[in-house]
């Protein structure tokens, strides 16, 4: 064996074992994680609006299109949380947590998805660009960035445009602390998004 080969098959042979890498997947599946429910309720007070939402599933790039748990420890950098992964991807997440706290709610005549053959009054469309962790002044942080486009499903015109950009702290890093502030960030985003429809469809 030539001294140039051996030392590559160290080299790969060192990769096996340094933490965090890994030549061959690991046998046992990972995690699969859930982002809590929002825990919204019909309000009080609120006006009930003669209209049926769709909820179109968010265009999102990569790394956001993806089940993986995401964080962003530098400014330029993504990295991923190792065996853990969401049980589908972010976008489908977003667009379930929506409809679920627009559906609760209860003032909206009906609330569906692109894939439903209900005919529907308006329909959101969004960008998600921001769904992951990163370091906050107290620790770690969780960030939910959406662009939402509010359309006349008659007319085809837009109605209303917001960006929400929704920042909540974990209350470790323990990846468990991190999913549980994804899921008061999403319920914020929930309340938030909740908020803009009702001003938009009854100003």
């Known amino acids: 064996m030539t001294t140039r080969l051996a030392v590559a098959l160290a080299t790969i042979a060192m990769m096996g074992v340094a933490p965090g890498c890994t030549v061959f997947p690991d046998h046992e599946p990972p995690r699969v994680m859930d982002i809590p429910t929002p825990g919204l309720s ?16 968010p265009q999102a790039t990569e790394p956001f299109d993806s089940s ?47 894939t439903s ?14 769904f992951h962790s990163q ?23 837009t109605v209303c445009t917001k960006n929400f950009r929704v920042t909540t702290d974990a209350e470790g890093t323990d990846i468990d602390q991190v999913v549980k502030a994804f899921g008061h960030g999403s ?13 938009c469809l009854d100003p």
């Open 42 to 57: 019909a309000q009080d007070g609120a006006s009930t609006l003669d209209k049926t939402v769709r909820i179109d599933t």
């Open 68 to 114: 993986r748990i995401l964080t962003k420890p530098a400014p330029h950098e993504y990295q991923i949380y190792g065996d853990v992964r969401w049980r589908d991807t972010a976008p489908v997440l977003v667009r379930e947590i929506l409809i679920g706290a627009l559906r609760q709610d209860g003032r909206f005549q009906g609330v569906v998805n692109e």
């Open 117 to 130: 053959p209900t005919g529907s009054d308006v329909t959101l469309i969004s960008d998600l660009y921001g």
């Open 135 to 157: 370091p906050g002044d107290s620790g770690i942080q969780v960030i939910v960035s959406l662009y939402a486009q509010l359309m006349d499903n008659r007319s085809r015109t």
């Open 187 to 199: 319920e914020e985003l929930s309340q938030q998004m909740l908020g803009w429809l009702s001003e």
